[in-house]
């Protein structure tokens, strides 16, 4: 739906017809809500679906508060996990990746003896899986430089990024939900997951 302010009453009526035991809401903080909204007024007086919304929806928090609390206990809520797995790493949205990735390229560095990016950029898969785990630049030099091949596992958890293409091979999320004052929260249980 576009950032207009149109009425959405209608999709979510349209949404709704065929009675899904689902509705997902990929949509920024603003548009989502708008739909969540209209789907909690189409659904007052009957059961609402199973709402899965993604992490942008975290920043209305306003307009979760206001939904009927039967509507916003349906919502369940998938990010990409975005905070550091371990105690001692950076705070922040994504700063654990953040940091990870400056680790990797050192390592990288190290590996291939250059820190020219033509050369380095082929070795940055290698130290991140097959080798002996290590969770810091410091400790992962030290095994190098005993001439162990190393696993580079950081703030953001296991790394390992594939050798053709570079990409990460597993992904990590996390599910939360919404408590009363529209703030998220981890869910209980299954607060993790990783995904190929």
Known sequence: ???????LSEPAAELLAADPGVVVVLGDADDGSRLLTA???????????????????????????????????????????SRSVIDTGPSGFFTAHAFDCVNLIALAAVEAGSDAPTKFRAHIPA????????????????????????????????????????????????????N????????PGTSTFEAP
Request: aromatic share 6%; with cysteine; charged share 25%.
């Open 1 to 7: 739906f576009s950032g207009d302010q149109e009425n």
């Open 127 to 178: 130290v991140s899986v097959g080798g002996r785990s290590c969770s810091s630049f410091q400790d992962c030099a030290e095994l190098m430089a005993d001439g162990l091949r190393v696993d580079y596992n950081g703030a953001s958890g296991a790394v390992e990024l594939s050798n053709s293409t570079g990409d990460l091979n597993r992904a990590r999320f996390e599910v939360f939900r919404f």
């Open 39 to 81: 789907l909690d007024e189409a659904t007052r007086d009957g059961t609402p679906p199973a709402i899965i919304v993604n992490d942008a929806i975290r920043s209305a928090r306003q307009t979760v508060q206001a939904l009927s609390p039967g509507f916003r206990e349906q919502i369940v809520g998938v990010s990409p996990l």
């Open 180 to 187: 009363a004052d529209g703030v998220d929260e981890p869910m």
